[in-house]
């Protein structure tokens, strides 16, 4: 398991799967991370995803997983289990969410794999799902370490002002995987509702003696994860969401780099009623694309948009259905995680 970056050759790969996915009960966990906008948590409508979408995301990502070994990746799937169950804690009690983002709870670094300490209680114990990969990993010689489990109290999260402003305290270390985008030996770490000042401290506790740098984002983007706002395709080439990254605000890291401003998505639509009708993702969820090779990009078959412009700046794209991308709050890059790619942990800036 070695992958040090967002764009060397792919060699093995998680796909995510959708079985059993629904939205959990809402608790100000939830709220605060995915719909701090909503007035009222009881306008969130909670359960399981309709059944034609959860058959129609399993049957994407199964054609993902035929073009991902068609071009010479091999593919993990996780286990599937039972997110209904509820589960407590001496604080608080819930139930999952699903199993169809496996990026957003595992970093990989080089031949470390980290478990993050998310701030969405649901998902306290979802990398159960990967237990079969994690003793595969640890018999391959992998370090596989987990952050703190936080704590989660109520006062973890705030809304009193969100105007641009993470609704996540700094009281304790906090972030999900895709908070961190992997630039070989830098790596840019977003402040948002997922990950704060702490998490990233102990980010550099933990990476800096391995040799990284840790570079802060703020100011950017302060909802959710990076990587429908800052997509690294190749050395020195990245794609940015001109909605939210501009040459103001671009961070130093990117500056040698060619940049290829982007805004204009073809919008996923959510479903109309019930769980998932109120998406915590944005419409550029169809940024959220997978790097095969520095030249070999997998992108939604409906972001005819970004296609043609990513074609235009010489890259070879291979479009996939991914019609619940808004729907479920996840895109081709969260709903794959890396394992194996080629390439040597390099200084890119």
Same mark, same amino acid.
């Given at each position: ?21 629904? +939205?959990?009960?809402? /608790? ?8 701090? /906008?909503?007035?009222? &948590? ?15 995301? %399993? ?10 070994? *068609? ?24 139930? *999952? ?12 670094? %080089? ?10 209680? =649901?998902r306290l114990f979802e990398t159960r799902a990967y237990h079969d990969i994690y003793l595969e990993a640890v018999r391959d010689g992998v370090e596989w370490i987990a952050a703190p489990k936080p ?33 070989? !030996? ?6 948002? %509702? ?9 980010? !550099? ?49 990117? &500056?040698?780099?060619? !940049?290829?401003?982007?805004?204009? +998505? ?6 109309? =009623? ?30 005819? %948009?970004?296609?043609? +412009?990513? &074609?235009k700046q010489g890259f070879t794209v291979a479009p996939v259905k991914m019609r619940h991308a808004q729907t479920l709050s996840g895109g081709l890059h969260c709903t794959t995680l890396d394992l ?10």
């Amino acid at each position: 398991m070695y992958s040090k970056n967002e764009w060397g050759k792919l060699k093995k790969v998680v796909v995510g799967i959708a079985d059993g996915a629904q +939205v959990p009960e809402v /608790d100000t966990s939830l709220r605060h991370i995915n719909y701090a /906008d909503v007035k009222d &948590e009881l306008d969130i409508p909670t359960g399981k995803y309709p059944q034609i979408v959860i058959d129609e995301a %399993n049957e994407d990502l199964e054609k993902l997983s035929e073009c991902l070994k *068609g071009l010479g990746v091999k593919v993990m799937r996780p286990d599937s289990i039972d997110h209904n169950k509820k589960f407590s804690t001496p604080e608080w009690e819930t139930t *999952g969410w699903y199993t169809w983002c496996p990026r957003d709870l595992l970093l990989p670094l %080089n031949n470390l794999m980290i478990e993050t300490p998310s701030a969405c209680r =649901s998902r306290l114990f979802e990398t159960r799902a990967y237990h079969d990969i994690y003793l595969e990993a640890v018999r391959d010689g992998v370090e596989w370490i987990a952050a703190p489990k936080p704590i989660l109290p109520d006062e973890t999260f705030q809304f009193e002002d969100i105007g641009g402003k993470p609704s996540l305290r700094n009281l304790e270390p906090i972030f999900d995987a895709p908070n961190c985008v992997r630039l070989g !030996k830098d790596i840019l770490f977003q402040i948002s %509702n997922t990950g704060n000042h702490l998490g990233m401290q102990w980010l !550099k506790n933990t990476l800096e003696p391995r040799g990284y740098r840790i570079h802060a984002a703020e100011h950017i983007y302060s909802f959710a994860h990076m990587d429908s706002t800052i997509v690294p395709l190749a050395p020195g080439k990245v794609l940015l969401n001109s909605t939210r990254v501009n040459p103001d605000n671009c961070p130093k890291v990117f &500056e040698k780099w060619d !940049k290829i401003y982007f805004e204009d +998505v073809n919008v996923n639509p959510a479903t109309d =009623s019930g769980p998932g009708s109120i998406s915590p993702c944005s419409p550029y969820i169809g940024m959220n694309i997978l790097s095969v090779d520095p030249t070999t990009v997998i992108v939604g078959d409906d972001q005819t %948009n970004l296609i043609r +412009v990513l &074609e235009k700046q010489g890259f070879t794209v291979a479009p996939v259905k991914m019609r619940h991308a808004q729907t479920l709050s996840g895109g081709l890059h969260c709903t794959t995680l890396d394992l194996r790619r080629r390439g040597g942990l390099e200084d890119y800036t």
